[in-house]
DNA sequence: CCCTGTGATTACAATTTCGTAATTCTGTTC
DNA sequence: GAACAGAATTACGAAATTGTAATCACAGGG
């Protein structure tokens, strides 16, 4: 379940609120200072911070400050100020949500899980190309043709990536070779027309495939689709 | 230099373009029928294409289509109509410009470089993850760390990646075995945690790094950024 | 102080990766 | 057809990758 970290320094309000959390399944760890609650975030890793503005040490939007670096965990913000003012100060520090005592416990209950909801649905879309029939998945090292997945090492991966992101452009050797090693050597077209190769193989293409990957008589690659 | 393929059946007007744009130093591939210029396409990898609408064989716009599909490359038409709802035609499939006849050979060579010029600017950028002195770039498969660039295999990326792109939040075993492998398996626990450790050696994590991959008591793994 | 369980690291070996070089293929010119 | 050039593929071996298993480190409890 998610852990919570309190940061309140009135005693009977975070007892209240501790057990009212604990009652809903969460784990709570509690602070009553800036200092105690950076303490905390050593230990601790929370999924979500609940952070009265005042604090006898400091200030609940500096420390939020602070706190954004360490994790994106969303900041609930509890006060007794409600001024416009304080509100765009608190958003501004990186908070996420905003409530003015007193509160109703089913209402912090209420927003404490649509802060949870909001950043479990933030799920990892791992950047791809998706084109029809063909898709490169760079985080998985992968790519499917015509509806097979083939993983591919890096090199050919690296090379097809750059050939589907400009599908139907000239792409020279020089320019694949600078791009995946930083810079340029004498003798590149060799390693790339090998990787190409190996590229084709590993994708199974041939003249059924969707696509084909032609040389110009320029030195150059192009990625198309094959129109029958 | 660029290449360019004319698609015009008036013989006149072919001729007085392909010459100047010859002259202006472009490859120019010229084809007078929608056929004609499909089997081009087979031929010849353009940079731009001048579409002329009306044609003998066909609307220039179904081409355009159909020419989308094997290329990013922009798309000029030229025209004799210049009502609204032709242009509009001309842009919903897939047209980057619209130049109506008679026009300037001066002002196509300027329409012609604007475009090719957006295209160029169209540069690749990688997807990446940049947080303060730590940044993960999937398609190089390398991170830097507190300014030092590491280049890491596959496995040690992915689990970074994971980590990084969820800063501060707890991720299980469970989850980054999942994600990884796509399917999850009863000994998933140490296999994990092999890679964790040598990701850590890689990235020459000691107790100076900004940041540390820690380990909580209910097997799960958080990045966290280190405040001193 | 010795168990014991758990997490971290190291060792190892099968496999993969990948640059270089050799070879084959293909089209062009004479 | 021979000769050639350049592209594509294959061959090869050093190095890297990576799952598994063994070992180490260390805290908590008897």
Redesign the interface.
Known sequence: MS?ILLVEDDSDIMRINRTFLENEGYTVHCADSVQTA?FMLEEC?P?LVLLDVMLPDGDGMDFCK?LR?????PVIFLTARDENDSVIMGFRSGGDDYITKPYDLNVLKARIEAQLRR?VKQS?Q??KIEL?ELTVD??A?AATLDGNEYSLP?REL?IL??LA??????ISYHDIYK?IYGCDVEDSKNTIRVNISRLKKHLNMDDMSTYEI?A?SEGEY?L??V?F
């Open positions: 852990h950076s890793v999924d602070i670096q360490k994790t994106q965990a950043n990892p791992h950047p029809p760079l985080f090292g890096q690296q990536y750059m992101s400009q599908i139907g452009s000239r791009t032609a110009t192009v198309r689709r129109i």
